[in-house]
């Protein structure tokens, strides 16, 4: 089967080959599934140059984390999957662009019947993580203000929509004029050009000096203190992202600033597998599964009414992959870009 896989460390395109591998097999408690459409993640250009991500894998790996397909095989436990057409992340968070993908049932869901192959590989990462950041974690209500920082962004432009869609007052950061444009077009009432405007200063005009009761910060980085300052008294910051961190997010910052500030920092994880006691002695606590389907049935009742939906940026091949990337990193993109496998690689 045809596969995007890294060799070795280094420039993406440079070191990303389109192979032919074998089909893996599938495992009990797992499902495979014949991939027709895989998403390209961030994450994905310091997986190839080495350096920290979320999860990282030593060359040769093959890369994507979520995908959409149908599932043509299944392991003991997770037989009744066969068939279905389904979006799901993928076991290890490697493997997804390819022919076929292994994924745990865990982390596998029914793909929304308003959505397209395309649409639906771009869906699951972005508005899980934002629902369970703004819903579960941060307890967004109606009538507060929303702060997106990295708009424009895959996750961006889902948490605009989820926070339109709860009634909340939502402003984006994001960087140029035509990515403004597209915050605004999705939900935001303001839309703050990092490039050009003073972050803070237009937070508070807009907020009649309150600030935002919540903050969605994809992006982290050395940026990171001067967007704890545009957070409202007893407001929730939540470091979903760390886009422009080559530390990945686990660099330090000034706890004292969060005490002046008077504001939570709020923690959220994208995984649903039950905690072991390894994983919590190395300070990961993921979400319980059942949560999963809770979070899952609610973003597709939101899909069916038409409030939120996922914001293609570019649709490429298999062979496109690589430079897809590179534009990722000179942040030359705007929302998801997705991988159709129906292409020619």
């Not at 006691?277 to 899952?296: A, N």
Request: hydrophobic share 45%.
């Amino acid at each position: 089967m045809r596969a995007v896989r890294v060799v070795r460390h280094g420039r993406p395109t440079e070191v990303i080959e389109v192979q032919d591998i074998p089909v893996p097999d599938v495992e009990p408690g797992g499902v495979r599934v014949a991939v027709s459409a895989a998403a390209v993640n961030f994450g994905d250009i310091a997986r190839c140059r080495g350096g920290i991500a979320s999860v990282m894998a030593q060359p040769p790996f093959t890369l994507g984390m979520d995908v959409c397909g149908v599932v043509d095989a299944a392991g003991a436990g997770a037989e009744e999957w066969i068939g279905r057409r389904v979006v799901a992340m993928c076991a290890l968070s490697f493997g997804g662009m390819a022919d076929a993908a292994l994924a745990p049932v865990s982390s596998v869901f029914d793909a929304p019947s308003e959505l397209d192959d395309i649409e639906a590989a771009a869906f699951l990462l972005p508005f899980h993580t934002t629902y369970l950041a703004l819903h579960l974690r941060a307890k967004l209500q109606p009538g507060e203000t929303l702060l997106v920082v990295g708009g424009a962004s895959s996750l961006g432009t889902a948490a605009i929509q989820l926070g339109a869609a709860a009634g909340a007052h939502v402003i984006a950061v994001a960087g140029g004029r035509e990515k403004g444009e597209l915050c605004r077009k999705l939900g935001a009432e303001l839309a703050i050009d990092h490039l050009s405007d003073d972050i803070f200063e237009q937070v508070m005009a807009h907020t009649d000096e309150r600030g935002a009761d919540v903050v969605c910060d994809l992006v982290g980085g050395p940026g990171t203190e001067t967007i704890w300052t545009c957070v409202a008294y007893e407001g929730r910051y939540l470091p979903v992202g760390f886009n422009d961190d080559p530390e990945s997010g686990f660099t330090g910052r000034p706890l004292r600033k969060v005490s002046m500030g008077n504001f939570s920092v709020v923690g959220v994880l994208l995984a649903y597998m039950p905690a072991s006691l390894g994983m919590r002695q190395f300070g990961v606590v993921p979400t319980p599964p059942e949560r999963g389907e809770e979070v899952h049935a609610a973003l597709g009742k939101l899909v069916a009414e038409g409030a939120i939906r996922p914001f293609i940026g570019r649709r490429i091949s298999l062979g496109q992959v690589a430079a897809a990337l590179e534009d990722h990193e000179q942040r030359r993109t705007r929302g998801r870009t997705v991988v159709d496998l129906s292409l020619p690689a």
